[in-house]
């Protein structure tokens, strides 16, 4: 198989199910000659490892460390799983402590040991503000930073095609904003059904307003409805989601989902979240979106509680005030 790059992709947390997951999507994609897998516990790292050699995927090299300086060393393509797992009764927000120091460390290795990255996915929770962590401390700029959003758009796109029995590709541009968690930003007015927006067929015998009510829960609590029913939290989507990002940084398929990423413009302002984005090899851009007055406010009240939990992390110390930042790092 030939590869898409022969530059250095590095997986942190590649002994846990989302990297072990993310590790084998990379190398069925064919994305990169060069695999390093990272993680601090040894045993199962190993373990990945060889069940990944012994897959036979002869068109990688794939290295394995617990060193993380090693792992980052000359890495142009970074995805990170590494943070806490969300475990059952938990919110995404429930991570932030935890998580949001692991991210400080991530940004700093980054910083230290791959200034030259590329580009850098986080997905773990809460991935909007661990994603802005990193960012800030890696000294990247906001282009090389990205977090998943897409999974909450494939949660709505999946649910309008079971709801109408219909194959999953024929729902369009589903789309979630704002942020991952239980305050996100859940659009009718940019989905089709077939060639049929989706707001013409709310309130009608097709999807009455309970129903839509029922999607729009069914969306924004996804993540628990798995973890009750497998007694984890999800992996294989938001595996397979991230390695496609990294796939579209590298010069590949589009990515087809909004993506989280630094936002600073006048509605919206020193916070990552999910915007309309698009990742090509110059990076991930965004505009903002439109939705009908309703659905902006939503988005508005998703920003502002990601504002609450931007500053709560300021207050634990994780982060210096906003005006401080860009002596951190420039870009910002």
């Not at 919110?91 to 290795?109: F, P, V």
């Not at 800030?136 to 906001?142: A, D, E, H, R, T």
């Not at 090899?281 to 508005?300: F, N």
Request: charged share 20%; hydrophobic share 40%.
């Amino acid at each position: 198989m030939k590869t898409l790059t022969k530059e250095k992709l590095t997986i942190i947390g590649a002994a846990g199910m989302i990297g072990s997951n993310m590790a084998q999507t990379a190398l069925m994609m064919g994305l990169s000659s060069e695999v390093c897998l990272y993680d601090p516990y040894e045993p199962g790292l190993k373990g990945v490892a060889a069940e990944l050699f012994q897959s036979g995927f002869d068109a990688a090299h794939i290295t394995y460390t617990s060193d993380i300086k090693e792992a980052l060393t000359g890495a142009k393509y970074v995805v990170s799983s590494g943070g806490a797992a969300r475990k059952a009764g938990m919110t995404r927000e429930d991570l932030l402590k935890g998580n949001a120091g692991i991210a400080e460390e991530l940004g700093k290795n980054i910083h230290s040991y791959c200034p030259n990255v590329n580009f850098v996915v986080v997905i773990f929770n809460p991935a909007d503000i661990t994603g802005l962590i990193t960012l800030l401390y890696s000294g990247l700029k906001p282009s090389q930073v990205c977090t998943l959003a897409a999974l909450d758009s494939t949660r709505l796109q999946s649910a309008l095609a079971q709801h109408f029995n219909i194959r999953q590709n024929t729902v369009h541009d589903c789309r979630t904003y704002g942020g991952h968690g239980e305050q996100m930003a859940v659009f009718a007015s940019t989905a089709k059904i077939g060639e049929r927006p989706l707001l013409n067929l709310i309130r009608t015998s097709e999807l009455t307003d309970q129903q839509w009510i029922d999607i729009k829960q069914h969306v924004i609590q996804g993540g628990k409805e798995i973890i009750e029913l497998r007694g984890r939290s999800s992996f294989q989507s938001p595996a397979y989601l991230s390695i496609e990002m990294v796939r579209a940084a590298m010069g590949g398929d589009t990515f087809r989902w909004p993506a989280g990423t630094y936002v600073k413009n006048e509605q919206f302002d020193h916070i990552m979240m999910a915007m309309e984005t698009k990742i090509t090899k110059d990076g991930i851009s965004y505009k903002v979106p439109t939705g009908t007055p309703a659905e902006m406010e939503e988005l508005t009240h998703s920003y502002e509680h990601l504002c609450a939990m931007r500053d709560e992390v300021i207050a634990m110390g994780v982060m210096p005030e906003i005006d401080k930042w860009n002596t951190i790092n420039p870009n910002l």
